[in-house]
T-cell receptor, first 112, second 111 residues
Framework: NAGVTQTPKFRVLKTGQSMTLLCAQD?????MYWYRQDPGMGLRLIHY???????AKGEVPDGYNVSRLKKQNFLLGLESAAPSQTSVYFC???????????FGPGTRLLVL | QQQVKQSPQSLIVQKGGISIINCAYE??????FPWYQQFPGKGPALLIA?????SEKKEGRFTISFNKSAKQFSLHIMDSQPGDSATYFC??????????FGAGTRLTVKP
């Protein structure tokens, strides 16, 4: 039981490049979340999903897109990366009846 | 504008002492108040959480105090240990989806 895993662990992009971050969970959780963590700002919710095929905007959705084609995977896409998207990205998941969000280990993204 | 304000930014406590971290929120619709602990290079992990129908919740050395009228809640770590050294985040949400986090407190417990 791996819990929540994130791929890749670290990535460097040039401004304007695109990439996709993958989050996978093997706990059969219905709800999945993408956060970004910046120094002095805590975590901020980007997008979330309450089930396969559904997505919703969080606090800071601009510049990001998401997809939940399979229950166990939640993808975060950056179509045209900007230096302001340099951050650590965390994925989390939980059951529909539970309160605890389980976080992955994070992806560190540097946009030059 | 941050909906959850956390203080202090950093805290240094001697081993065996009490660590206290405070948070204040604005949105009265919030109904779930968790605290997360994060070690360097790791994702946050839920430490303890409270709902507004109780004023205090204790789990081992960790206690949440909640003041609904003041819209404030705090984390108390009793008998603080060097292994407690980490960054602590308070958070608040309505229905546990749109979670709003505080900026974090870096706790250092000196041996």
């Amino acid at each position: 039981n791996a819990g929540v895993t994130q791929t890749p662990k670290f990535r460097v992009l040039k401004t304007g490049q695109s990439m996709t971050l993958l989050c996978a969970q093997d706990m059969n959780h219905e709800y999945m979340y993408w956060y970004r963590q910046d120094p002095g700002m805590g975590l901020r919710l980007i997008h979330y999903s309450v089930g396969e095929g559904t997505t919703a905007k969080g606090e800071v959705p601009d510049g990001y897109n998401v997809s939940r084609l399979k229950k166990q995977n939640f993808l975060l896409g950056l179509e045209s990366a900007a230096p302001s998207q340099t951050s650590v990205y965390f994925c989390a998941s939980r059951t529909s009846g539970g309160e605890t969000q389980y976080f992955g280990p994070g992806t560190r993204l540097l946009v030059l | 504008q941050q909906q959850v304000k956390q203080s202090p930014q950093s805290l240094i406590v001697q081993k065996g002492g009490i660590s206290i971290i405070n948070c204040a929120y604005e949105n009265t619709a919030f109904d779930y108040f968790p605290w997360y602990q994060q070690f360097p290079g790791k994702g946050p992990a839920l430490l303890i959480a409270i709902r507004p129908d109780v004023s205090e919740k204790k789990e081992g050395r960790f206690t949440i105090s909640f003041n609904k009228s003041a819209k404030q809640f705090s984390l108390h770590i009793m008998d603080s240990q060097p292994g407690d050294s980490a960054t602590y985040f308070c958070a608040a949400s309505h229905n546990n989806n749109d979670m709003r986090f505080g900026a974090g407190t870096r706790l250092t417990v000196k041996p």
